[in-house]
């Protein structure tokens, strides 16, 4: 049928002879593609079969024609592969040469990858050509050969795409490769199924899958799911591995304990009633979060023992208190002590209206004044035990309280800052001020404007700090005799008087006797004045950088100055310094002086030579070298100084013995300058050695003195010295240097080693290769400095053990590691716990690419993901991994790759993580409703993320508030006014309501009082959808039928805020409930009455529910309806 009805075969339609009778009509025919069904191809000349040209014609048609073509023409690459393009089974009718030919099935299956199921078995052995295909599609992996499908490589490049190449084609022996299914399993959660039992029964094996992903419990074995010890350290990859545990587990009590010292949040999806009411289940909770007590049992917040209990591990514990608890005394105090403002917030106001208590209460926490009762503020014993424990306690003191004398003085004793908190009437008063400014200078800037202004209280200021002038009034600013004694306690305190003082000589002066600085704030007009300057360089040479420039050219005063300090020719004129008389004189006060000269006077022979008169020291500095050859001026200033050798010409010393001699005889040490020719000279060489000594023990008296002198002892001592330990234990605690002269011997030593290492622990380079590999030596040396690691032996470095101990000290140790160890995983992640600067210095690419790594980088670093900043590319765009990151931080996503930020299932998996991931997705995808719609669905709170259009959209905002009213904060107000749209959203979530509540303090209110056998309307289910804005929406009564329903119903605020029950919900279900006990009543009466024949009396004595009015509940039965 087949064979008749395809249109390819155009070749029997062309050799009936009756349609086509030549080629070129073939052409034609095939070209226009006119086809008759069922013509018998028989007649078809056999060239035609063999014609190149027709049958790519045809098999461009349908490639199944090829089985048509001519043996040569099957053998044909170009006609072939034309084939394969449009059907790749037209291959089973391809040339089997061609099967084997890899050009060619390489071109095929990049047509379809399909063909390779036709390769021979050579070429299914080709990783490249069968990747080729996978890449394609996975499918292919089925016709790779056995030896591929073993290659671990090859398999795990091959699944990357989809797991189900795991499922389908892996064999067994790599199902029972644990490393490679852990390195599937980053590729895809799902691959774990496929291993073998075995491996997803093996704990280890399953704690380090699921430290990739901790999803992969879902496929770990049942029985591991029962082990409560699995459980719970799986629980250290995640919390919400519980979602997989047994429900006996999860009742099971020492088990949820041990769950909820993990994680408190297992409380609110896992814990029963009973555990929520267990106290030592909710305090170890509270040890961890305190709002943890949203989800205790009613019973456990009214109990006393618990709740203080929970107090003392968190103050605001004292939230969740019953009424009566907060009233508590010992409980409220037990929150004090831990928060005033959680003392404040919630601790009753018949508390903080208890006199006794409250003076308790401020010995623990002052700050608690805040927060109690005006009554309490005005108490004067409260206060004073407040003050006492803090002066800041009087700014919450009732005002009458603050203007006492008597509790300001006290605060004051603490902090003159108090009168900050103190009246007018306080701060004005003369004699209390002036008793304030002799404890405090400060307590000025607190006074009224007319004390600042006496000049008693503003000079008692004054003698405490001359600074409190700054408060004085701007008439004493003026007074010189203020302003004097201001400055006499303080300098700085010319920059507060007024300027007209600050032109005064006496005052000036007298502020620069503490501080010359103190010219910057004096008048200009006084820098002119020579009387003025000269007084004022006599007390600092510095005073000069203010004086005017035409008394910096006046040579006596410059003079005097240079008296002061030869550097005072820093601000001299260029002139001062060509004037030759000048420099003289200033040369005769302070040779230094010298150092200012202008070039010219210092090549000046004859002014040289006049100052060499006057200083000899002045040669080494400032001669020109006829000086320095001049002997006789030579040899007349080593005299004076030994040191003057270093500046006489190499020339002059080789042929002036005596002058060298001059010098070794003042002082040893001239002999490191004595000319080469003249270090052997026997009487120089004997001064030395005369210093030095003759025996081990002179030597050691000599290093003493200077260690450089045992370079000097005699040839015959010289090997005795350096063995020496004494000397050089002493040569070394002068200078580690010194053991560069130490014999090899002594480099063994390891207290002369320490010696030099207190020094500095360069030191360590002369140490021998024992001492460099000895650990103990190491360690210790590292005490000094730890570069001195920088030494250790090469199998020191590489030893990890050593290592460890070595970043004890500092964890930059690891800077002399070996490359192996600097590449260790376990050993980084050590450093890291000492300093976290350690990602950044050792974060190698190896380690960045490691996943384990990154993640246990992200728990140490816990600051905004930016551990995965250190991630390499390929983890940046790895789905498990980023996801295993947004765990620990979900801005680990800011350092994803783009590529999955725009990826919608990749999102989706983030956001279910934490709903905060949506704030990085893509645009287009926040953009698209059905990816919202998913996210929300995981958590409300996406709707954060949500456009404005989105917003109003009411399917998406109905969502959220499924799972939590809160949702509609986020909908749109057009939404929020659309009654219809309200009353679904009370449907999905009835809690929010406010009917319960009024405008002005949004506190529930209780509801109103009905009058005794008054007609009550029966409220409709719309109260529970009354909001503010739009009032009761009326929906249908309830009918009589839905009483057992609704009798069943439990408040929720009744449960969970047993405080809050005065709502109009939780009143109409007790009337509700109380009605259909009722009910149930009269029913059994009447069956008791219809036994006993008197039906009617039932209706008489008790009424009828059938005559009432539809809608209405009746208040006729009296004291039992008022129970209710």
Known sequence: CLSTSRIVLSLRAMGSGASCTSKDEALTHLSNFSVTIGQDY??????????????????????????????????????????????????????????????????????????????????????????????????????????????????????????????DFAPKQLLEDQEFILEVVKLHLQAFSCAT????????????????????????????????????????????????????????????LE???????????????????DAEIMLEAVKQNVHSLECAANTLTKDPEFILSAVEVNGYALMYASEDLKNDPEVAMEAVKQDSYAFGEFASDELKSDQEFMVDVMKENWRALEYAHDDIKHDREVVTEAINQCWRALKYAAPALQADQDIVSEAMQQDWRALEFAPKSITGDRDFMLEAVKASKSALRYASDA???????????????????????????????????????????????????????????????????????????????????????????????????????????????????????????????????????????????????????????????????????????????????????????????????????????????????????????AYDLVPPNLKRDPEIVALVQDHVGSNPGQVLEAVKQDWHSMTHAKATLSDAVKSDRDIMLEAVKQDWHALEKASDSLHKDREILLEGLKQDWHALFYAS?????????????????????????????????????AMKQH??????????????????????????????????????????????????????????????????????TVLAAIQQSWRALDHASETLKQDRDFMVEAVRYNWRALGYAATNLRSNRSFMMEAIRYDWRALEFASE??????????????????????????????????????????????????????????????????????????????????????????????????????SES?????????????QWLRKVRGTYELEVKKKKRRKRRKKNGDENSDGEEYGDDDDEEDGDFSESEGEEDDDY
């Not at 020339?651 to 040893?668: G, I, N, P, S, Y």
């Not at 090469?794 to 101990?805: A, N, Q, V, Y």
């Not at 009370?986 to 007609?1015: L, Q």
């Open 197 to 256: 039992q075995k491996l997803r029964m093996s704990r280890g094996f399953v704690v380090k899958v699921m430290q990739q992903r901790w999803r992969a419990i879902d496929h770990a074995a049942d029985m591991l799911k029962m082990d409560q010890t699995f459980m719970l350290d799986a629980m250290k990859q995640c919390w919400r591995v519980l979602d997989y545990a047994p429900s006996n587990m999860i009742s099971d009590r020492v088990f949820i």
């Open 769 to 805: 290769d024992v001492l460099k590999n000895s650990e103990d030596f190491m360690l210790g040396a590292m005490k000094y400095d730890w570069h001195a690691l920088q030494y250790a032996s090469e199998d020191l470095k590489g030893d990890p053990d050593f290592m460890r101990e």
């Open 259 to 277: 769950a909820v010292k993990r994680d408190w949040r297992v409380l609110s999806c896992y814990a029963s009633t009973a555990f929520r009411n």
């Open 42 to 167: 028989t007649d078809a000349p056999k060239s035609w079969k063999g014609d190149a040209e027709i049958v790519e014609g045809v098999v461009k048609q349908d490639g199944l024609a090829l089985s048509y073509a001519s043996k040569e023409l099957k053998n044909d690459r170009a006609i072939v592969l034309q084939a394969v393009e449009q059907d790749w089974e037209a291959l089973k009718h391809a040339s089997p040469a061609l099967m084997e030919d890899r050009d060619f099935m390489e071109e095929a299956v990049k047509l379809d990858w399909h063909a390779i199921s036709f390769a021979s078995d050579a070429l299914r052995n080709d990783s490249e050509l069968m990747m080729q295909a996978i890449r394609q599609d996975w499918r292919a992996l089925e016709y790779a050969s056995k030896d591929l499908k073993r290659d671990q490589m090859f398999m795990l490049e091959a699944v990357k795409d989809d797991w189900r190449a795991v499922r």
């Open 451 to 669: 004390l600042k202004n006496d000049t008693e209280v503003v000079l008692e200021a004054l003698k405490q700090d001359g600074h409190a002038l700054i408060y004085a009034s701007a008439a004493l600013k003026k007074d010189r005799n203020i302003v004097l004694e201001a400055v006499k306690q303080s300098s700085q305190a010319l920059k507060y008087a007024d300027e007209g003082v600050r032109a005064d000589r006496e005052v000036v002066l007298e502020a620069m006797s503490q501080d010359w600085r103190v010219l910057e704030d004096a008048a200009p007009k006084l820098f002119k004045n020579l009387a003025f300057m000269t007084e004022a360089v006599k007390k600092s040479w510095h005073a000069l950088e203010y004086a005017s420039s035409s008394l910096r050219k006046n040579h006596g005063f410059m003079l005097e100055a240079v008296k002061q300090d030869y550097r005072a020719l820093n601000h001299a004129p260029l002139s001062l310094k060509k004037d030759r008389d000048f420099m003289l004189d200033a040369v005769k006060v302070n040779w230094h002086c010298l150092d200012y000269a202008v070039v010219a006077l210092k090549k000046d022979q004859e002014f040289m030579q006049e100052v060499v008169t006057f200083d000899r020291r002045a040669l080494g500095h400032y001669s020109t070298k006829p000086l320095r050859n001049d002997r006789d001026v030579m040899l007349e200033t080593i005299k004076m100084d030994w040191h003057a050798l270093r500046l006489a010409p190499e020339a002059v010393k080789r042929r002036d013995r005596d002058m060298v001699l001059e010098a070794v005889k003042q002082d040893w040490h």
């Open 949 to 1050: 259009d989105q917003r109003s959209d009411k399917d998406m905002v109905l969502v959220g508030v499924k799972q939590d009213w809160h949702a509609l904060d986020y909908a749109s107000e057009a939404l929020k006014k659309d009654a219809d749209f309200m009353l679904l959203a009370v449907k999905e979530n009835w809690i929010y309501m406010h009917a319960g509540e009024t405008k002005e303090d949004k506190e529930w209110t209780p509801p109103i009082r009905r009058k005794k056998n008054r007609k009550v309307r029966k409220p409709s289910f719309s109260y529970f959808a009354a909001f503010s804005t739009q009032g009761p929406k009326v929906l249908e009564p309830v009918k009589h039928r839905d009483l057992e329903a609704l009798a069943a119903c439990k």
């Open 811 to 880: 964890w930059r140790a690891l800077d002399y590691a070996s490359e192996e160890l600097k590449n260790d995983r376990d050993l980084v992640l050590e450093a890291m716990k000492l300093d976290l600067g350690a990602l950044d210095c050792y974060a190698s690419e190896a380690l960045r690419d490691d996943r384990v790594f990154i993640l246990e980088a992200m728990r140490m670093v816990q600051r905004d993901g930016y551990a995965f900043l250190y991630a390499s590319e390929a983890l940046k765009a790895d789905w498990e």
């Open 1054 to 1066: 009744e449960e969970h805020w047993p405080n809050a029950t005065a709502c109009w919900c939780c």
